[in-house]
């Protein structure tokens, strides 16, 4: 499969199908977004998956691992700050959200937002417009979640800073905590989902890039890596906390749980 790297990081991205990527064709996910939510909530729901759809299309403008590497961003863009904005998944182990013994595997995804400044080497976003999905295949079963999950961190240019095989490029930590709650069935009970999570990444140049079909024209950068963390069902009765999942760094298989995010030209 091309561009393992990064592109496996947001593998669990691409698989959390509400639409057919390929064709970018709706299936039958307006059908399956919980019972319980608004018509409000499948818009939500459909923000995020157009928003997923255009993250992919920016990575598929890297044709293989070795155009990654080669877009490692070096130098510090013109325009020392930039907005991005992408998409997130987090895998955890099953028992997090499911309390079944079925096959699916629920994942937490969402939209995703940062803010750089390369002059004072800050980032800072937000996890937002969040839900889980039950069923990563043709058509999704979802549940909106209430909340945010806001993040701050450091950037730096130092070798082995954030990973020690890619050196001389900018690079990002950052940690964040938020409560993300379900409120839209009466099952669930007003679930809610403690977060504590870690984001490591690489920047990517992206200037030469230009219009990308369907998405726009691409600023100077994009963002991508791998989130860590853990997760407390605050509402379960218990003090059991539940890892996020995402293999080692550069995640190599389905499971990773990990984001992208890029600049879009005003």
Request: aromatic letters at 8%.
């Amino acid at each position: 499969m091309k561009h393992t790297l990064l592109y496996s990081l947001v593998l669990s991205v691409s698989f959390l199908s509400a639409c057919d990527v390929s064709t970018g064709t709706e299936t039958d996910a307006e059908d399956d977004v919980n019972s319980g939510s608004s018509a409000g909530d499948q818009a939500n729901y459909n923000e995020y998956v157009a928003n997923r759809n255009d993250a992919i299309s920016v990575l598929d403008e890297f044709e293989s691992d070795a155009d990654l590497e080669a877009a490692l961003l070096e130098d510090a863009p013109e325009n020392a700050t930039a907005s991005l904005q992408g998409t997130y998944a987090i895998n955890a182990i099953d028992e997090t959200f499911d309390d079944d013994d079925d096959d699916d595997d629920t994942r937490l995804v969402g939209d995703m937002t940062m803010d750089v400044d390369f002059g004072d080497a800050t980032v800072s976003g937000s996890l937002t417009n969040n839900f889980l999905d039950s069923d990563a295949t043709d058509e999704s079963k979802v549940t909106e979640l209430d909340g945010s999950v806001a993040f701050a961190g450091t950037l730096d240019f130092d070798d082995g800073f954030y990973d020690s095989t890619n050196t001389n490029q900018w690079q990002l930590e950052a940690s964040g905590t938020g409560t993300l709650t379900d409120n839209t069935t009466v099952a669930s009970d007003g679930a809610q989902y403690r977060l504590d999570i870690d984001l490591n990444g690489n920047f990517y140049d992206t200037s030469d890039i230009g219009n990308v079909a369907g998405v726009g024209e691409l600023g100077d950068v994009a963002a991508g890596g791998l989130i860590e963390g853990n997760i407390d069902v605050t509402t379960d009765g218990d003090t059991v906390i539940y890892d996020i999942t995402g293999s080692e760094l550069y995640g190599t298989d389905d499971d990773s749980s990990g984001f992208l995010v890029y600049e879009l030209e005003d």
